[in-house]
């Protein structure tokens, strides 16, 4: 019976005459898209929810970011109070040498370019009696380009960051002088304050795009980051004109500015090397790690400053900013006897210091004056940071010595001002 009809069936579809099947077409057609009601229900719960969340979050986030706003303007800083300190009266109290008046360095951490160039400023005025205002920015812009040359040639093991040191800008004076501020400002377009954030951020990302796919071609990529110098900064001259001729940068730092590089030593006082001879100054701005500083025994490093500053020179300094006596409402920096009692000031707490990192290499400045006042030496500080333009005197700090002391780490002065001390040294000189 079933092989009977299943042979019937097989003879039923042969039946069906052929042309019936080749007529019957498939067809598609476009029909409303259906969505099923419950995954739609869901999804609406979902939404509904994640709406909750959101609100819940936002509502947090709001809290948050008030609660910053109410922490930053209660947030307080530790300093002294100098209610019973008799301090300078006003920069006009200091015997001082020339100098032009303080410029701000703003959102960069080019302090060490700002306070050699007023350094240099004030010796071209000493050695010519010129007073030509010199471009901070042209040292900037070539020192960007020497620390990319080293971080390539070193594969990427260097410091990216923008700070450096005095000798930094005598290095940058050999190689590619110097220009008036006229000429170089180093602002483009309207731009009227210096902030170098961006700048920076595209120099280090650059290099590390370098670095990360191993692409070493020194010439390509120093093309590449004085693209980006010249985009913030402007493009330096390679000439220009200067009472009436053209000179190149460099001849104008040598027969305009006459100054020698060359003429112009670096000074520490610290253990870790032996006294009157040459090392490295060791924290993270030394970043091509110069070796050619002078160490000092305490008093008479700090002998040079205060004899350098009586008898014409004024001095480049280095240290620590970050002191509960170093007030910028105030104009003012002292060590208060909390932090150490005077008499306890010496080569070895000032060492413990530099050791564990409590006194920094914060920021670079500018000796310009000294006051005698009730027995201290005071010295008039010329500041290009935000701190300094805080209190009456706008760009001016008034150093006490036992600040110079304990917590300034490097000075730089010509050489005419140590000759002196320099017999001490074995170096030829």
Same mark, same amino acid.
């Given at each position: 019976?079933?092989?009977v009809?299943?042979?019937?069936?097989?003879?039923?579809?042969?039946?069906?005459?052929?042309?019936?099947?080749?007529?019957?077409?498939d067809?598609?057609?476009?029909?409303?898209?259906?969505?099923?009601?419950?995954?739609?229900? &869901?999804?609406?719960?979902?939404?509904?929810?994640?709406?909750?969340?959101?609100?819940?979050?936002?509502?947090?986030?709001?809290?948050?970011?008030?609660?910053?706003?109410?922490?930053?303007e209660?947030?307080?800083?530790?300093?002294?109070?100098?209610?019973?300190?008799?301090? /300078?009266?006003?920069?006009?109290?200091?015997?001082?040498?020339?100098?032009?008046?303080?410029?701000?360095?703003?959102? $960069?951490?080019?302090?060490?370019?700002?306070?050699?160039?007023?350094?240099?400023?004030?010796?071209?005025?000493?050695?010519?009696?010129?007073?030509?205002?010199?471009?901070?920015?042209?040292?900037?812009?070539?020192?960007?380009?020497?620390?990319?040359?080293?971080?390539?040639?070193?594969?990427?093991?260097?410091s990216?960051?923008?700070?450096?040191?005095?000798?930094?800008?005598?290095?940058?004076?050999?190689?590619?002088?110097?220009?008036?501020?006229?000429?170089?400002?180093?602002?483009?377009?309207?731009?009227?304050?210096?902030?170098?954030?961006? &700048?920076?951020?595209?120099i280090?990302?650059?290099?590390?795009?370098?670095?990360?796919?191993?692409y070493?071609?020194?010439?390509?990529?120093?093309?590449?980051? &004085?693209v980006?110098?010249?985009?913030?900064?402007?493009?330096?001259?390679?000439?220009f004109?200067?009472?009436?001729?053209?000179? $190149?940068?460099?001849?104008f730092?040598?027969n305009?500015?006459?100054?020698?590089?060359?003429?112009?030593l670096?000074? &520490?006082?610290?253990?870790?090397?032996?006294?009157y001879?040459?090392? /490295?100054?060791?924290?993270?701005? !030394?970043?091509?790690?110069?070796?050619?500083?002078?160490?000092l /025994? #305490?008093?008479?490093?700090?002998?040079?400053?205060? %004899? +350098?500053?009586? +008898?014409?020179?004024? #001095?480049?300094?280095?240290? %620590?900013?970050?002191?509960?006596?170093?007030?910028?409402?105030?104009? +003012?920096?002292?060590?208060?006897?909390?932090?150490?009692?005077?008499?306890?000031? !010496?080569?070895?707490?000032?060492?413990?210091?530099?050791?564990?990192?409590?006194?920094?290499?914060?920021?670079g #400045?500018? #000796?310009?004056?000294?006051?005698?006042?009730?027995?201290?030496?005071?010295?008039?500080?010329?500041?290009?940071?935000r701190?300094?333009?805080?209190?009456?005197f706008?760009?001016?700090?008034?150093?006490?010595?036992?600040?110079i002391?304990?917590?300034?780490?490097?000075?730089?002065?010509?050489?005419?001002?140590?000759?002196?001390?320099?017999?001490?040294?074995?170096?030829?000189?």
């Amino acid at each position: 019976m079933i092989r009977v009809t299943r042979s019937l069936a097989v003879l039923c579809l042969i039946a069906v005459p052929s042309t019936a099947l080749w007529a019957q077409t498939d067809t598609v057609k476009y029909v409303p898209r259906y969505y099923d009601s419950i995954l739609e229900q &869901m999804e609406d719960e979902e939404d509904s929810l994640k709406e909750v969340r959101d609100s819940i979050t936002e509502e947090i986030q709001d809290r948050q970011e008030d609660q910053e706003e109410i922490d930053k303007e209660n947030k307080r800083s530790l300093r002294f109070d100098f209610g019973h300190i008799a301090k /300078p009266e006003s920069p006009e109290s200091f015997a001082s040498e020339f100098h032009f008046p303080p410029v701000a360095q703003y959102r $960069t951490g080019t302090c060490w370019s700002f306070s050699a160039t007023s350094f240099f400023e004030s010796e071209v005025a000493r050695l010519t009696g010129r007073r030509i205002k010199l471009s901070e920015m042209h040292t900037v812009y070539y020192e960007w380009v020497e620390k990319a040359r080293y971080y390539i040639r070193e594969r990427g093991n260097s410091s990216l960051t923008q700070g450096s040191e005095t000798n930094a800008v005598m290095r940058m004076m050999k190689w590619y002088g110097m220009v008036p501020y006229d000429l170089y400002p180093g602002l483009v377009g309207d731009q009227q304050r210096y902030d170098h954030s961006t &700048m920076s951020r595209e120099i280090r990302n650059y290099l590390g795009f370098v670095k990360e796919d191993d692409y070493w071609d020194e010439e390509q990529a120093l093309r590449q980051v &004085m693209v980006i110098l010249n985009t913030y900064l402007g493009q330096p001259p390679e000439t220009f004109e200067f009472e009436g001729a053209t000179i $190149t940068p460099i001849e104008f730092t040598e027969n305009i500015l006459k100054l020698n590089p060359d003429d112009y030593l670096c000074f &520490m006082s610290t253990l870790a090397f032996p006294f009157y001879t040459q090392g /490295p100054f060791e924290v993270h701005d !030394n970043w091509w790690h110069d070796s050619s500083y002078y160490n000092l /025994p #305490l008093d008479e490093w700090y002998q040079v400053i205060r %004899d +350098a500053i009586r +008898a014409g020179y004024t #001095l480049t300094i280095g240290g %620590d900013v970050s002191e509960p006596g170093h007030h910028g409402f105030e104009d +003012a920096a002292i060590v208060p006897d909390f932090d150490i009692p005077q008499s306890y000031i !010496n080569q070895h707490s000032r060492e413990y210091r530099f050791y564990n990192e409590s006194t920094g290499d914060d920021h670079g #400045l500018h #000796l310009v004056g000294y006051l005698e006042l009730n027995g201290r030496d005071w010295y008039l500080i010329k500041d290009s940071g935000r701190s300094g333009h805080w209190g009456e005197f706008k760009g001016y700090y008034f150093y006490r010595d036992d600040y110079i002391r304990l917590k300034t780490l490097t000075f730089t002065v010509h050489k005419d001002a140590v000759s002196d001390i320099l017999k001490k040294f074995d170096a030829d000189l």
